[in-house]
């Protein structure tokens, strides 16, 4: 993949934002909660290696991803702290993560079997291999789902100690970002009678993502997950005010490469959906939909100078074009998600125009956008 890096598109990354965000984060949960830096999908965007290593800086306890392939990257960058993955790996892989010390979760007791079986096979050079059994209470997705079979799983780990070690059980909440807190009561009954039959000596037991955290107060958890507020993005979306103000650590801006007038009826972009009623200023900007910044932006407003200039006709593949109040000079610094001159654009304002939440947009974002780390 080519990084544009001649391109004046870029992603910033304000590394104090995350920095202080987990601080606010360790300083919530207090020393008897560890912190654990949900870094997958290249850190929401933002950086796996770059977001650990500030992380590791903040003093976080370890990191959680959802791919064995983004638990070796960490390792391969020098990361050694505890390292679990969320996803489920397939059974064969149990060795690759026993031999870099990587924690993997336990979907089920099928899943169970079939990885002890390989890694009697694959014999890694490290065991035993750490496990997390997941609990599904109410997600839907992966975990157990009956107290019967979690047991089965107990009883198999403890069956087998010098290949196995049940190092976690947890669950994920699907509503704790919300006013209705119903959904949540019934998924943390479930995990309460799951726990009644898991052995003591376990090091942790988590039930906490970013908006557990901020506002369920990490309920009956020794370890937190937190992914989006360590960003500085709200998970709520704007539904629930944060305990402590969250500093967006991305922002999106690019230049003017192209500027022009106008007349009068005259349309712009493909499909002609957009046509000028006066003369107009139309400048181009260098970002499109190849770069994660997907068609339905057109009609968003991106900031020049603290003004709101309107992204007029389709968003191309690689170029989009906005309507500016007056002439500006090409080389024109703008911005589409961030601070410019006074005035701010949220990753939730562009969530809001394209019917999606604020994760998505920095998640999405093309590996041509280079990343730019500051401060
Ligand atoms: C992604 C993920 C998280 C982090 O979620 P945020 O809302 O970004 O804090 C925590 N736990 C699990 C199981 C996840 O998949």
Known sequence: MTIGYTRPTKAIINREAIYHNIKKHQKLVGDDVDVFAVVKANGYGHGAVQTAQI?????????????????????EAGITLPILILGVIPPYYGAAAADEGISVTVPSYEWLEHATRQLIEDKPSQLPLRL???????????????????????????????????????????????????????????????????????????????????????????????????????????????PFELEPAMSLETMIVHVKQVA????????????????????TIPIGYADGFVRRFQGFSVLVDGEYCEIVGRVCMDQSMIRLPRKFEEGTKVTIFGENNGQVISLQAGAEHIGSINYEIPCVLSERVPLVYTH
């Open 55 to 75: 992380a590791v800086q903040a003093g976080v306890n370890g990191f959680c991803v959802s791919l064995l392939d983004e638990a070796l990257e960490l390792r």
């Open 264 to 283: 009068p009826g005259e349309k712009i972009g493909y499909g002609a959906t957009y046509e000028t009623t006066e003369n107009e200023w139309i400048a």
């Open 132 to 242: 997390h059994l997941g609990i599904d209470t109410g997600m839907g997705r992966i975990g157990f789902r009956e107290v019967e079979e979690l047991k089965q799983a107990i009883d198999f780990i403890q069956a087998h100690p010098t290949l196995l070690e049940l190092e976690g059980v947890f669950t994920h909440f699907s509503k704790a970002d919300s006013k209705d807190e119903s959904y949540f009561a019934l998924q943390q009954a479930r995990f309460a009678e799951a726990m009644k039959i898991v052995p003591n000596g376990v090091r942790y037991r988590h039930t906490a993502n970013s908006a557990t955290t901020l506002w369920h107060d990490h309920w009956q958890s020794n370890m937190v997950r937190i992914g989006a507020s360590m960003y500085g993005i709200n998970p709520s979306g704007d539904e629930l005010e944060p």
